[in-house]
């Protein structure tokens, strides 16, 4: 069983940056492939980010290629979403998953992953 709690939304302007934090209880956490989601209302819910267990894969989604930093410190526990050039349109509730993998895979898609955060709530004005 993992248990994540996400850190670290606010509002900011556009242009901005951010960081959040997803805080990982349970065991092994290495050996979980994690992902940021997002998600604002009326739409599905999205992939951004995801990471492998070791750190050595990551996969972006397009809207947020070379603006945006997936990282993990598994001494921490801990995985970052680190949000440069922030715009309107990024402006969603953001969600940390993980999923038990191997060291070296990721996941892309929501139903891969088995445990979800409650959210972090994003806003960026313009």
């Known amino acids: 069983q993992v248990q994540l709690v996400e850190s670290g939304g606010g509002l900011v302007q556009a242009g901005d940056s951010l960081r959040l934090s997803c805080a990982a209880s349970g065991r092994f956490f290495s050996n979980y492939a994690m992902g940021w989601f997002r998600q604002t209302p009326g739409k599905e819910r999205e992939f951004v980010a995801a990471?492998?267990?070791?750190?050595?894969?990551?996969s972006y989604a397009d809207s947020v290629k070379g603006r945006f930093t997936i990282s993990r410190d598994n001494a921490k526990t801990t995985v970052y979403l680190h949000m440069n050039s922030l715009k309107p349109e990024d402006t969603a509730v953001y969600s940390c998953a993980a999923a038990r993998g191997s060291t070296t895979s990721i996941k892309t898609r929501g139903f891969e992953y088995s445990y979800w955060g409650q959210g972090t709530q994003v806003t960026v004005s313009s």
């Open positions: 990471i492998s267990g070791s750190g050595s894969t990551t």
